[in-house]
């Protein structure tokens, strides 16, 4: 089974679109891989431009933001960008519904958790990474700091999204099953 998680970045915004995840100026690329560097480039958190050091957008395997992650148009290049950039995890309070299905499309982990259950996670401090276990519906939130306890948390996803990212997307299921 593939393996979801990772070190995390948080987003603390709702109603992150499309258009911040990845610029509509890119959408004319040939490849995913042109996208990669583009990844939330026209992000703005607190009216400030979101600029991580490169080492910590790299190195990032989870998303962790408020709600309504994805909404605005329903381009698929919204995720290719993550997936291009190794993102397996995103984990929102609520997602738009044709961003989260594309997630769970290409094999990207969607997993709603509830206002306070977030609220958990943006108020850990220090280096945050993020473990699921899909075979208990459990993710498991730690920290580099010491005096961090971990956050521990269940969740709910239905079978066939479960098989649709165990499988890594969509077309892999496809050929498994037909």
Known sequence: MKAF???????????????EIIPAKYLTEITKLALK???????LLDGKPFAPPLQVMQQARVVVTRANFGCGSSREHAVWV????????????????????????????????????????FT?????????????????????????????CAFHLNSFDKELVSAGGWLTYADGKY
């Open 37 to 43: 560097p583009h990844v939330l480039e026209d992000l």
């Open 5 to 19: 998680g990772g070190p995390a970045i948080l987003l603390d915004r709702n109603d992150i679109n499309t258009d």
């Open 124 to 152: 850990m401090r220090g280096n945050i990474s993020i473990k699921v276990d899909l075979d208990f519906d459990q993710i498991t939130a730690s920290s580099d700091d010491r005096d961090q306890d971990d956050f521990i």
């Open 82 to 121: 993550f997936e291009v950039n190794d993102i397996n995890v995103i984990i929102a309070e609520s997602f738009a519904r044709i961003f989260r299905q594309n997630m769970f499309n290409c094999g990207i982990l969607a997993v709603e958790l509830g206002k306070d259950q977030i609220e958990s996670l």
